[in-house]
């Protein structure tokens, strides 16, 4: 198993602050570290956290300022700095810039499509299926509100930029005699540079809660393009559409389903971090496999140009309390993801179809009905239900 995360926290209302303001605006934040164990790079250590501003009117708050850092032992790090502001200068505008970096040494790749496949031993070659790279990656979203709820609807346009460098801080290129060497070549120039990417979009949205929906829906179709024309080092096209469905199950709404259906395609050159990457907004995650989609796989385990996945949650609210002035909410829930993936149009007669699964359950903490934090355990029968450990901001939709 490319990443066991054994998470030790302690209590986060420990961790918790309120400082004093007006009876319809308040300041507050969440935050819990992280301790845990990364296969080939020893012990790590990090923190998530978020600072935000309740204000009446706004839903789920006015400001926030999200963080996560971790460090491993080994070489890994992944932080990353969000900023989420509603209503900018009393306009009907959402402003979500965003920063990041991350190094890893240790990502998979098992193959093309759903020709992947990471279980034929290589003793002699320990990288064999691994490979390595740093990304910088910093993007702006924008959300124009034509109409409030219900049935919201938003224009969206973004820009995202990341820097992708094949190698180490201190090497460059793939591991020697590995298979993304063998499959991409081994001059780091064939997966280094920088992919700057515009997207615009429609998003309908009717959830009643968005941190933690219990009913409505969610609907996005957006197109993305990279091109030289604005700082590409490849070009392509895109295109997503992404829907998310919530039924109370019980007349209280503390029993709910939650779907999630994503369609995604792209044409044209794009180095392999770009190609696991999904369109759509806030999106800085990779598929198929990971904590955001694919669960209980190792991160883009399946990578592809063409992606059809399918999530199901069964979420239940099973305990509410206050501590000090918070509010908190407790969940548990049971998952299942489901995933088709294609490397290419030109290669789909050539790729078997077998839907990958990954499935698991975990806990919600719904932190002063403003940030939600995540802890899921997830495991696949293609990883030979190795648990594979999840600790996020955020629900997975």
């Known amino acids: 198993m490319l990443i066991r995360l054994l998470f030790l926290t302690f209590s986060t209302a420990l961790l918790s602050q309120e400082m004093p303001q007006t009876k319809t605006a308040r300041l507050g934040y969440a935050g819990i570290p992280i301790l845990g164990y990364v296969s080939g790079f020893g012990m790590g250590f990090g923190a998530a956290g978020a600072l935000y501003r309740k204000q009446e009117g706004f839903n789920p708050y006015r400001y926030e300022l999200d963080a996560q850092t971790y460090f491993s032992l080994g070489g890994f790090q992944s932080h990353r700095l969000r900023f989420d502001s509603i209503d900018v200068g009393g306009l009907p505008l959402r402003l979500r810039p965003v920063v990041g970096f991350i190094a890893n040494l240790s990502q ?28 910088g ?19 969206i346009a973004s820009w995202r930029g990341s820097y992708y460098r094949i190698g180490s801080l201190s090497d460059s290129g793939p591991y020697p005699d590995s298979l993304y060497g063998n499959t991409f070549g081994y001059h780091a120039s064939d997966g280094d540079g920088f992919a700057s990417v515009l997207e615009v979009g429609l998003m309908v949205d009717n959830r009643d809660f968005e941190p933690d929906p219990k009913q409505g829906y969610w609907v996005e179709a957006t197109v ?9 080092s490849w070009n392509y096209v895109g295109g997503n559409l992404s829907f998310r469905g919530y039924w109370p199950l019980m007349p209280n709404k503390r029993l709910t389903l939650a779907a999630q259906v994503l369609l995604d395609a792209m044409l044209g050159e794009s180095p392999l971090q770009e190609i696991v990457r999904a369109g759509g907004s806030g999106r800085y995650f990779n598929t198929f496999g990971g904590q955001e989609i694919g669960r ?35 969940s ?34 719904l932190w002063d009905r403003a940030v939600m934090l995540r802890f899921d355990v997830g495991m696949s029968p293609i990883e030979n239900y190795a648990p594979k450990f999840y600790l996020v901001i955020g629900n997975a939709f």
């Not at 990656?137 to 224009?155: C, D, M, N, S, V």
């Open 108 to 135: 998979s790749f098992c193959g093309l499509g759903m020709n992947a496949n990471c279980d034929s031993p290589h003793q002699d070659f320990p990288n064999f299926y691994l490979h390595r790279y740093l990304e």
């Open 224 to 232: 993305r393009e990279a091109s030289r024309y604005w700082g590409s």
């Open 137 to 155: 990656y910093a993007g702006l979203e924008g959300r124009w509100r034509l109409q409030p709820l219900p049935h919201k609807i938003e224009f």
């Open 296 to 330: 209980g796989l190792r991160e883009q385990y399946f990578p592809g140009r063409l992606k059809a996945y399918k999530q199901l949650e069964l979420r239940y609210e099973f305990v509410d309390f206050s501590l000090w002035d918070w509010k908190f909410n407790l």
């Open 332 to 365: 548990a829930t049971s998952f299942a993801d489901f995933g088709v993936v294609a490397w290419s149009i030109h290669t789909l007669n050539q790729e078997p179809f077998k839907p990958a699964i990954g499935f698991g359950g975990g806990l919600r903490l």
